[in-house]
């Protein structure tokens, strides 16, 4: 999904003074982890003008002024209407809704709120309103969830279908150490954002992985997967310190597979994938810690079921028979990618899927309507006369 929106909401009655508070919302707008600062503070006019005489001019379009709309006038800034509040004239506005049907008929806004999705952080016994069945293909496209909201939840947002998600109380937690929060931000970004196409390397040495990672990175890909089954670590270690400059300049997800004590130790690793006979993912998490992403290879709805409550992301397959993984799973093709997604949703268990294994761009319309959220590519990219083209292909269609 290219350009998830991140959107923050201040507190009502902060504890931070002003200059703090303008700070905060500054340093947040500036990193890029935040797209839209929303004030809010319904019972405080006087604090939202302090706010708006304190920040900086050129950050006034990218706040949202709630409840007054003479101080969005006469600061310059857009307006967002409560539940069933007119619009008022004049003004760009946005909008709240607490209903399926609300946020449906909103279609001329830029984006409207669904809220709560989850249970409040911020607001006590404010509980989740929706089921997530009764959200996925219905949510019109400027839908942007709101209500219990953290970081690590970006990726499930973005399963459900909404076009962005708002945090509240997940950001004014954390304000003690900003930078950290704002890694935080960006690193769940990064992973809603390049989720679709995940690259995954095949050659067997370091020179011959790093050339495959950085052309499937010039050709547009933001996931790379270092796989490299039968090389030492020291092999591995080296094929993550070429890649990993190219990675970060291009802003991509880089994870190894297997490898947990190597990216535990190696902070340009971003997280590991791991199939049946590697490590247990409650031990993996132990060392990785709680920041880094952990994946895992299911093959049937059971295996996706037991594995989802301690994974970040799924990688389900094999669609149709492949060369590229040695003692390959039973083919599963879109029917079998259909009855995994189901049964996640029908749990209620909202980790996005990667469809892995013998996929083509012809295939990906297949693939994607069987209610995955990605594709997972290695031969097709990599044997291609061009990778970089064949990755632009996949990224075309899966656009």
């Given amino acids: 999904m290219d350009n998830f929106l ?10 931070l003074p002003p200059e703090r508070e303008a700070d905060c919302i500054t340093r947040l707008l500036r990193s890029g982890a935040i797209d839209f600062m929303h004030l809010r503070k319904p019972s405080d006019p006087a604090r939202v003008e302090t706010l708006l005489e304190l920040l900086p001019q050129d950050l ?5 002024v709630h409840r007054f709309p003479e101080l969005a006038r006469r600061y310059g800034c857009p307006y967002h209407a409560a539940d069933g509040e007119p619009a008022p004239d004049g003004l760009d506005t946005t909008r709240s809704c607490h ?33 997530p069945a009764e959200l996925v293909g219905k949510l019109p496209p400027n839908a942007v969830a709101l209500g219990g909201i953290t970081p690590e939840r970006l990726p499930q947002v973005a399963r459900l279908g909404f076009r962005g998600a708002a945090m509240l109380g997940a950001i004014w937690e954390q304000t003690a150490d900003l930078d950290r929060l704002t890694a935080r931000l960006l690193r769940a970004r990064r992973m809603v954002e390049g989720f679709r196409l995940q690259f995954i390397t095949s050659a067997p040495d370091a020179e011959q992985t790093a050339l495959q990672a ?5 050709g547009g890909c933001r996931w790379m997967q270092v796989r490299m089954k039968d090389a030492p670590d020291s092999e591995v270690e080296q094929a993550v310190r070429l890649i990993a400059p190219y990675a970060k300049e291009s802003g991509a997800i ?8 190597l990216a535990a130790r190696m902070p340009e690793i ?7 006979a590697d490590m247990p993912r409650e031990q993996a998490r132990l060392l990785l810690g709680a920041d880094k992403i952990i994946g895992s290879t299911a093959n049937t709805p059971e295996q996706a079921l037991r ?18 993984k040695k003692n390959l799973a039973p083919v599963l093709g879109a029917e079998g990618l259909r009855e995994v997604s189901q049964a996640l949703l029908k749990a209620g268990e909202l980790l996005p899927v990667v469809a892995i294994g013998g996929i083509l761009p012809a ?9 995955v959220q990605g594709v997972a590519v290695s031969g097709a990219i990599h044997a291609a006369p061009s990778p970089q083209e064949a990755t632009r292909e996949f990224l075309n269609e899966l656009n």
């Fill in 363 to 371: 295939d990906v319309r297949r693939v994607m309507e069987s209610g």
């Fill in 6 to 15: 991140l959107i923050a909401l201040t507190e009502p009655s902060s504890p």
């Fill in 60 to 64: 006034h379009p990218r706040l949202r």
């Fill in 99 to 131: 209903s399926l049907e609300g946020v449906q008929s909103a279609g001329g806004c830029a984006y409207a709120f669904l809220s709560p999705l989850f249970d409040s952080i911020s607001k006590q016994g404010y509980r989740a309103a929706f089921a």
């Fill in 270 to 276: 971003d997280g590991v994938h791991l199939g049946h």
């Fill in 307 to 324: 594995l989802a409550p301690v994974s970040d992301y799924l990688g389900v397959g094999p669609f149709r028979f492949t060369t590229t």
């Fill in 254 to 261: 880089l994870l190894v597979d297997d490898r947990v004590e």
């Fill in 214 to 218: 950085r052309q499937a990175l010039e």
